[in-house]
C-alpha cells in the first residue's frame, strides 16, 4: 500500500473536494442534483467564518478522498461533536483504509476539542457504505429521523417575503 497522509484542505484543494462531490453525486445517481460550485466551498469554508472544515486523504501523492465536517453540539450529552456532511474515497483507493482513516481523523479533531461523539448520515441505497460504519462500531440511530427543509419549504420556514402564517409544505425528495 501507498503512503497515506491525511491533512487539512485548503482553498488550494477545492477542486479535490468538487471532485469528490461529484463523485458520490455520481455513486448515488444524482448528477443533476449536485449545485455546489468551487466557489461556493470557496466562500463557505475558507472564507472569513468557515461553516465547515475538511480533510484530503492522498496516497502516494495522489487524491484519495476526501471529507467534510463541522462542530455539532448535543443538549443531551451536554457536548460537542462533528458531523460529517460528506466522506468520499476515489474508486481505485477503496478497501485500503482510506475512508477509516479519514473518520478517525474527523474523530481526532473532535475530540481534541472536548467532542464526544460523531454523527453522520447515510443514503439508505447505500448498503456498502452501511456495512462500513457498522465495523467502524457506528450505530444506526433507531430513535432519530432526519428532516430538511429546502426550497419553497424553507423560504417559507424562514418567513421569506411572508406576512401569514407558514403553510405546510411537502416536497418528495
Keep these: 500500500m501507498r503512503d497515506i497522509v491525511i491533512r487539512a484542505a485548503t482553498a488550494d484543494d477545492v477542486p479535490l473536494l468538487m471532485r ?18 468551487e466557489a461556493d466551498l470557496r466562500a463557505h469554508g475558507f472564507g ?22 463541522f462542530p455539532i453540539f448535543s443538549t443531551w450529552y451536554g457536548k460537542p461533536g462533528m458531523f460529517v456532511q460528506d466522506l468520499y ?30 454523527r453522520l448520515s447515510v443514503d439508505e441505497d447505500n448498503r456498502r457504505a452501511h456495512g462500513f ?15 430538511i427543509a429546502q426550497g419553497d419549504a424553507f423560504a417559507a420556514l424562514a418567513g421569506e417575503g411572508m406576512t401569514q402564517p407558514v403553510a405546510r409544505v411537502r416536497q418528495a425528495r
Design 20 to 37: 469528490g462531490l461529484r463523485g458520490i453525486a455520481e455513486h448515488l445517481g444524482e448528477t443533476g442534483e449536485l449545485v455546489c460550485t
Design 48 to 69: 472569513p467564518q468557515p461553516a465547515f472544515q475538511a480533510a484530503v486523504a492522498e496516497a502516494g501523492g495522489a487524491f484519495a478522498g476526501m471529507s467534510v465536517f
Design 89 to 118: 474515497v476515489e474508486p481505485a483507493f477503496r478497501s485500503q483504509g482510506i475512508g477509516e482513516r479519514l473518520l478517525r481523523h474527523v474523530a481526532q479533531l473532535a475530540h481534541k476539542h472536548g467532542g464526544v461523539y460523531l
Design 133 to 147: 460504519y457498522l465495523d467502524l462500531g457506528l450505530v444506526h440511530s433507531h430513535d432519530q429521523r432526519s428532516y
